[in-house]
């Protein structure tokens, strides 16, 4: 077996680091989680500079190559919210998506997108590529499903009649913003690193 490729993933969820390392798995990568002490301050305006924000933080604790992404929903009828604040628009996933749903009761307009931006700093924290993913749909009226976390039992992705709470680990891994910008982010490191 080659030696695979290792990464500092930017990252403090357990879930996402297993959501990438199955997207990844044939790529000769392996993603780890930064030491302890990782601890970055999001306070970036766009999704661009909170992702670099957490390379740079991922790569000063670990002295490794480091890969953060910032992703969130942004829907168009909320002009564009609740985008960078997505994981932080109320205090427990059901919570967010309770105000979510709310919030778009006024409108007809139920298009949205999942934005992932994915930066990847060397050991010095010096930026060696930055990619960006977007996954279209529309928001449900209410939800479905159990598969997924964050917003997914309350997005219709555009072409299927379900939710991504509702869809195989496998087609998520293949449709979501985060598959289309990782897809990108491992052809940059395995002709670069």
Do not use: W
């Amino acid at each position: 077996m080659e030696n695979k490729i290792k990464i500092v993933l930017a990252t403090g969820n357990s879930h996402k680091l297993q959501e990438i390392n199955e997207i990844t798995q044939n790529d000769g990568i392996e993603f780890i989680l930064p030491p302890d002490e990782f601890d970055p301050v999001e306070n970036g305006e766009t999704f661009e500079q909170n992702s670099l924000i957490k390379a740079k933080e991922a790569s000063r604790v670990s002295g490794s190559i480091a890969l953060a992404d910032d992703s969130g929903l942004c829907v168009e009828a909320l002009g564009g919210e609740p985008g960078i604040h997505s994981a932080r628009y109320d205090s427990t996933p059901q919570k967010r998506i309770d105000k979510l749903l709310k919030n778009l009761t006024h409108t007809d307009n139920r298009k949205a997108k999942f934005v992932c931006v994915m930066t990847l700093t060397d050991k010095d924290g010096n930026v060696l590529n930055q990619v960006t993913g977007e996954c279209h749909g529309q928001i449900a009226t209410e939800q479905y499903g159990t598969n997924g976390f964050g917003y997914d039992p309350v997005f219709i992705v555009d072409g299927y009649d379900i939710t991504m709470a509702q869809m195989s680990d496998e087609l998520k891994n293949k449709i979501s913003h985060r598959a289309y910008a990782l897809s990108k982010m491992v052809k940059y490191i395995k002709e670069n690193i």
